[in-house]
């Protein structure tokens, strides 16, 4: 069975700085997308960021361009998330997901920011943000 798990999650100022990273274990067969989403309490997941593990293209959320970066080391099967310039809206439990169907290659970029096509999750690590 696939394992995801997320660590680096913690609480920081608003403007403060955290990478998160994520360990796939348990599985031999390919990753075609990862992503890292987030949940708020009283609110639906939403998709963070994703990296196509074929070709390293990224998308990223809109509330977190520029601020946050997505990348993977297919080699130690990591993925990490560097998470910049942090604001309190920022506050949520961040997971890390990954699609092993192929799902996300059937769909636009923008779509696999949708947690639909994800058939493995982790357990998720908070990250709070405080003003």
């Known amino acids: 069975q696939v394992q995801l798990v997320e660590s680096g999650g913690g609480s920081v100022q608003a403007g403060g700085s955290l990478r998160l990273s994520c360990a796939a274990s348990?599985?031999?067969?390919?990753?075609?997308?990862m992503g890292w989403f987030r949940q708020a309490p009283g609110k639906e997941r939403e998709g963070v960021a994703i990296?196509?593990?074929?070709?390293?293209?990224?998308t990223y959320a809109d509330s977190v361009k520029g601020r946050f970066t997505i990348s993977q080391d297919n080699a130690k099967n990591m993925l990490y998330l560097q998470m910049n310039s942090l604001k309190p809206e920022d506050t949520a439990m961040y997971y890390c997901?990954?699609?092993?169907?192929?799902?996300?290659?059937?769909?636009?970029?923008?779509?696999?920011?949708?947690?639909?096509?994800?058939?493995?999750w982790g357990q998720g690590t908070q990250v709070t943000v405080s003003s």
């Open positions: 348990g599985y031999s067969y390919r990753r075609y997308c």
């Open positions: 990296i196509y593990t074929g070709s390293g293209s990224t």
């Open positions: 997901a990954a699609d092993y169907r192929g799902d996300t290659l059937q769909m636009t970029a923008i779509q696999a920011l949708g947690v639909l096509p994800y058939n493995y």
